[in-house]
């Protein structure tokens, strides 16, 4: 979809379609349609309106890039998903990206999943810096959509979850959506009012996907061009990676959180988040939730919690690419304790299982990667999993038995940040 007229990257460029403008000296559309073809994925309808004629004199029919490109050129301005009711040769499946993101990512995996789900719609969400002013999107624990937050929404607490332009549509589900005007907007005329009567499901990536479309995401996307991250987010790439413990690392550590209000952020914890996110980390928490076994929480409740969190985050400019929790707890004798939990598993902490999972859903090279805690247990997790162990001393542990000269010592996570934007290629 590249016929918008882009009103917000005006003060950048004015004279062209907002998809038109180079970044680094590539127009925004190229770069997309550059990692179609990596993908394998070479016809490719470009829908053109507002000043499109410098996308067909740019791209013509696609043969200089080695691929096929045709157009549908808006007589006048049918929104994000008017050209699709009247586009006549789409395919069963096929993939429809909003023109104006910096993208690059494996689509392999995008479609692998859109085939498991047997989805009628897949969006592609992703955790970004600023989801207090972005769509949200709430999915189940299939990753089917059972909700959907707007920009201008009210909200509370709430899992960052962003909706990041990129979506399969299957052409059945277009057929049986009644086109209820001439201009329509693919959010909030198609996709949210057929979330509980089709199969549209969320698939969660941490690969770089941005909106440039104001001056100050622009300026980011073209330093993060400049760096290589945008083609180093790619999860057919080996990742790196900054595991987290949670009470006493990211929050104030007060025994066992049980309930959301009881959650505040460490001075400087979503800094240093931010700062690993802008240096191309992933950012994943990894922690013991006993509590779980014990009885003294439900899952609801923990969810709500770690929501809070993601919210508080947010609100900062920070957030963590997935959260990995342990509810097991092996020992027994608590009043009110769930017996199905309480095992000796292979996930709970100093045991890798977690690190492991996280390894295996994202590519992740370990040897590169650093697990940052405040306990003993997460110095040996890290050595367990074959990742840096960082120590961060000002929580409530210590790591008096851990000899591992490996071991790097800061006082707070936002020194560990600063030592990592001084030493991006220590590992």
């Not at 900054?242 to 049980?258: A, E, H, K, P, S």
């Not at 802008?278 to 923990?302: H, K, S, W």
Request: glycine share 6%; with cysteine.
């Amino acid at each position: 979809m590249a016929g918008g007229k882009g009103t917000r990257a005006a003060s950048i460029a004015s004279d062209i379609p907002k998809p038109m403008i180079p970044v680094c000296g590539k127009p925004i559309l190229e770069y997309q349609i550059d990692c179609l073809i990596k993908n394998k994925l070479t016809d490719i309808i470009i829908v053109v309106g507002h000043l499109g004629n410098h996308i067909k004199e740019h791209f013509t029919d696609g043969s200089r890039f080695n691929c096929n490109i045709s157009y549908y050129t808006e007589t006048e301005p049918l929104g994000t998903a008017g050209a699709l009711f009247k586009i006549n040769n789409l395919s069963d499946n096929f993939i429809l990206l909003n023109g104006d993101v910096i993208l690059d990512m494996n689509f392999k995996r995008m479609i692998s999943f859109h085939k498991e789900k047997k989805a009628d719609v897949t969006l592609a969400v992703h955790p970004n810096s600023h989801p207090f002013d972005s769509a949200l999107i709430i999915s189940d624990t299939n990753n089917k959509i059972t909700g959907w937050i707007n920009r201008e929404d009210e909200r509370s607490y709430y899992k960052n979850t962003v909706n990041a332009g990129v979506h399969i549509l299957s052409l059945n589900f277009l057929k049986k959506c009644t086109q209820p005007k001439v201009k329509i907007d693919l959010d909030r005329d198609i996709l949210k009012p057929n979330i509980l009567t089709s199969e549209i499901y969320a698939y969660c990536t941490p690969e770089y996907i941005k909106d440039m479309g104001t001056p100050e995401r622009y300026a980011q996307v073209t330093t993060d061009i400049e760096k290589g991250i945008v083609h180093s987010k790619n999860l057919s790439v080996k990742q790196k990676a900054v595991f987290l413990d949670r009470d006493g690392t990211i929050n104030i550590y007060n025994c066992f959180i049980r309930k959301p209000e009881e959650f505040e952020l460490i001075e400087g914890a979503a800094e240093a988040i931010k700062i690993m996110n802008r240096l191309g980390y992933l950012v994943i928490l990894i922690t013991n939730q006993p509590v779980i076994a014990r009885g003294e929480i439900d899952f609801q409740t923990l969810d709500l919690i770690h929501m809070k969190m993601e919210t508080d985050l947010g609100k900062q400019g920070a957030y963590l690419d997935d959260i990995f929790y342990c509810p097991h707890h092996p020992d027994k004798g608590f009043e009110g304790e769930r017996p199905e939990y309480k095992i000796d598993c292979d996930c709970r902490k100093p045991k890798p299982g977690m690190i492991l999972k996280a390894s295996e859903k994202f590519n992740i090279d370990l040897s590169k990667s650093y697990m940052a805690g405040d306990h003993n247990r997460d110095m040996q997790t890290a050595i367990n999993a074959g990742c840096k162990p960082v120590f961060i001393s000002g929580g409530e542990g210590n790591i008096n038995d851990i000899t591992s000269a490996n071991v790097l010592n800061f006082p707070s996570l936002i020194e560990f940040a600063y030592f990592l934007n001084r030493n991006d290629n220590y590992c």
